[in-house]
């Protein structure tokens, strides 16, 4: 079965620091992958996708995402992080041998420190 | 609607109470999805719905949790005889397909409603 994995529980990084969440997949074809975003008390928000082409996805509020098939992996990137970021991201992939339904990850919670 | 609609946003309940969990999806979203999310876990699937067919019940916890959508639209998530591990917040989420192509799989989320089980 497709699973996701979010190595990193819990990440800190300075404010104006760089960011990278790891998201690892296990999927044998190419894999849908998503990343969102849940904010203290909101709902959770897309952030990018990738179903297929360039495999560095840009998204919302600055952040880019790169698919890399020999690594398994879908990592989440940001230059510059800004304080408004803290919050917990998830990573997501569509498992379509189980029916299409979208299987998340545990979540990595960010806090940025001034 | 607008967004995906969730009733009611707060429930405390006593333990071995039932409770309903209501979920009004985006107009003409033919998937919708039930998560529940406990305080410092991630999202744990719990049940999904695709146009008419059967919903995948893989997720559900245990035989005390059911769900069912009325009419391809609003989805109601039953927890009967609840237990102080029900506790947690309920999301709903509703997309326009569940099957592939541009656009498919993109969730729109509820606000959630949290279910507190004394």
């Known amino acids: 079965a497709q699973s996701v994995t979010q190595p990193d529980i819990h990440i800190t990084v300075s404010e104006g620091a760089s960011l990278e969440l790891r998201c690892n997949y296990s999927y044998g074809a190419t894999p849908y992958l998503f990343w969102y975003v849940q904010s203290p008390g909101q709902g959770l928000q897309l952030l990018l996708k990738?179903?297929?082409?360039?495999?560095l996805v840009q998204g919302i509020k600055g952040f880019e995402a790169e698919f890399k098939r020999s690594q398994s992996s879908f990592n989440l990137r940001k230059p510059s992080v800004h304080w408004s970021d803290a919050a917990e991201y998830f990573c997501a992939v569509v498992a379509y041998n189980q029916g299409g339904k979208l299987i998340f990850g545990q979540g990595t919670e960010l806090s940025v420190k001034p | 609607g607008a967004g995906v609609s969730q009733s009611p946003s707060n429930k405390v309940t006593e333990k071995g109470k039932d409770v309903e969990l209501r979920c009004d999806p985006i107009?003409?979203?033919?998937?919708l999805y039930w998560y529940r999310q406990s305080l410092g876990q991630g999202l744990e699937f719990l049940i999904y719905f695709q146009g008419n067919s059967a919903p995948d019940k893989s997720g559900l916890p245990s035989d005390r949790f059911s769900a069912e959508r009325t009419g391809g639209s609003v989805s109601t998530l039953t927890i009967q005889r609840t237990q102080q591990e029900d506790s947690a917040v309920y999301l709903c989420?509703?997309?326009?397909?569940?099957?592939?192509?541009?656009?498919?799989?993109?969730?729109?989320f509820g606000a959630g409603s949290r279910l507190t089980v004394l």
């Open positions: 989420a509703s997309s326009s397909s569940g099957t592939g192509g541009f656009g498919a799989n993109v969730l729109t």
């Open positions: 990738y179903f297929s082409g360039d495999t």
């Open positions: 107009s003409g979203h033919t998937a």
